[in-house]
């Protein structure tokens, strides 16, 4: 299962740990794990970081085009996190342009936690997250302690 997702802060920003070859089957379980997800957010709006430091493919772009998720109106802005590969970045950006969604690609874990509180003053401060430690657990299994978990 190459992806994760937790809350770092509950409700209001989710971060999702993608790595290996993200398949179709993959695709639509996030979309329905998000989904469902979505039903009991009391924000206006939830924002993700994606770390991608370990992703390595990801379904067709016409399979990415069809996120139900990511047309949802709670959807915030989407950071994108360690994309080493020109075609992951472009399917990427294809993808979220098409959802009209905010969107900012950044190189590391501090300058997404950063930004994001910088667009979002509602968010308490995010500067205690170790977020390489956190991106360990996810790919091997452990549930980051004190982080609520999404899914899968």
């Not at 994108?80 to 970045?89: A, I, K, S």
Request: hydrophobic share 45%; aromatic share 12%; net charge neutral.
């Amino acid at each position: 299962m190459p992806w994760r997702t937790v809350h770092l802060v509950e409700d209001h920003l989710a971060f999702t740990a993608l790595w290996g070859k993200f398949t179709s089957n993959e695709l639509r379980q996030y979309d329905e794990v998000a989904l469902a997800s979505l039903k009991f957010i009391p924000y206006p709006l939830i924002h993700t970081i994606y770390d991608c430091t370990g992703l390595e493919s990801l379904p067709p772009l016409v399979e990415m085009s069809q996120l139900r998720v990511a047309r949802h109106h709670k959807i915030g802005w989407v950071i994108f996190v360690g994309v080493q590969n020109d075609m992951l970045r472009f399917m990427f950006s294809i993808t979220t342009q098409l959802f009209r969604q905010r969107l900012r690609f950044l190189d590391s874990h501090a300058e997404a936690l950063q930004f994001i509180r910088e667009v979002d003053s509602t968010l308490p401060r995010l500067d205690s997250f170790d977020v390489p430690a956190i991106v360990e657990q996810l790919r091997t299994g452990i549930m980051p302690p004190g982080l609520k978990f999404i899914g899968p």
